[in-house]
């Protein structure tokens, strides 16, 4: 496995995530009235990802974390096209659905590729080492996107997020093996 492409791949992923979802409740304040509407939103998310954790894990072992980080990438890009389109709540719950399907891809591959790449001697510097440079650069991500917001639309932050989702999905496809074992 390369691993800096999948710290690449992973901190586009991070990127494109930070710049829709501080600010898709803006983008939605029009779609609910009430605080239990996103509540059951958000609890749709949680709840999906939870109950498919189960056949992506098994998923995994089978098909490969490349081909399930390619298929959250790309199932997000499409995704996100939908969000400026939403009018009604039900709208959103689908889509928090959706999302609940991929976040949980997303968790469960991300997790596989370390689990199978660290050295059990160093994973805790590995890992955290991953984590400054995901985080970084989900950080600029979320900072840069309030500049973004304040010049374009909401709904216009969707849109290029979705282009740097359909880049990782791009990206995914060039990490390595089927596992991205270490090489």
Same mark, same amino acid.
């Given at each position: 496995? *390369?691993?800096?492409?999948?710290?690449?791949?992973?901190?586009?992923?991070? $990127?494109?995530?930070?710049? =829709?979802?501080?600010?898709?409740?803006?983008?939605?304040?029009?779609?609910?009235? +009430?605080?239990?509407?996103?509540? !059951?939103?958000?609890?749709?998310?949680?709840?999906?990802?939870?109950?498919?954790?189960?056949?992506?894990?098994?998923?995994?072992?089978?098909?490969?974390?490349?081909?399930?980080?390619?298929? %959250? #990438? !790309?199932?997000?890009?499409?995704?996100?096209?939908?969000?400026?389109?939403?009018?009604?709540?039900?709208?959103?719950?689908?889509?928090? =659905?959706? $999302?609940?399907?991929?976040?949980?891809?997303?968790?469960?591959?991300?997790?596989?590729?370390?689990?199978?790449?660290?050295?059990?001697?160093?994973?805790?510097?590995?890992?955290?080492?991953?984590?400054? !440079?995901? #985080?970084?650069?989900?950080?600029?991500?979320?900072?840069?996107?309030?500049?973004?917001?304040?010049?374009?639309?909401?709904?216009?932050?969707? %849109? =290029?997020? +979705?282009?740097?989702?359909? !880049?990782?999905?791009? $990206?995914? $496809?060039?990490?390595?093996?089927?596992?991205?074992?270490? *090489?």
């Amino acid at each position: 496995m *390369n691993h800096k492409r999948f710290i690449a791949y992973q901190g586009t992923v991070g $990127m494109a995530s930070a710049m =829709i979802f501080p600010f898709y409740i803006l983008l939605l304040k029009n779609v609910g009235n +009430s605080y239990a509407q996103f509540g !059951w939103a958000y609890g749709l998310f949680a709840l999906t990802a939870a109950l498919c954790y189960p056949l992506i894990g098994k998923a995994a072992d089978r098909l490969g974390d490349r081909a399930l980080l390619a298929v %959250y #990438s !790309w199932g997000m890009a499409a995704t996100l096209l939908f969000f400026p389109l939403a009018a009604e709540i039900w709208h959103v719950y689908v889509l928090q =659905i959706v $999302m609940g399907v991929l976040g949980a891809v997303q968790k469960n591959s991300e997790k596989t590729v370390l689990a199978r790449y660290v050295s059990k001697d160093t994973a805790g510097k590995q890992i955290g080492n991953y984590h400054v !440079w995901t #985080s970084a650069a989900a950080a600029l991500a979320v900072i840069a996107t309030g500049y973004l917001a304040d010049f374009l639309t909401i709904a216009s932050i969707f %849109y =290029i997020a +979705s282009l740097a989702f359909a !880049w990782s999905g791009v $990206m995914a $496809m060039n990490i390595g093996g089927k596992t991205l074992a270490k *090489n």
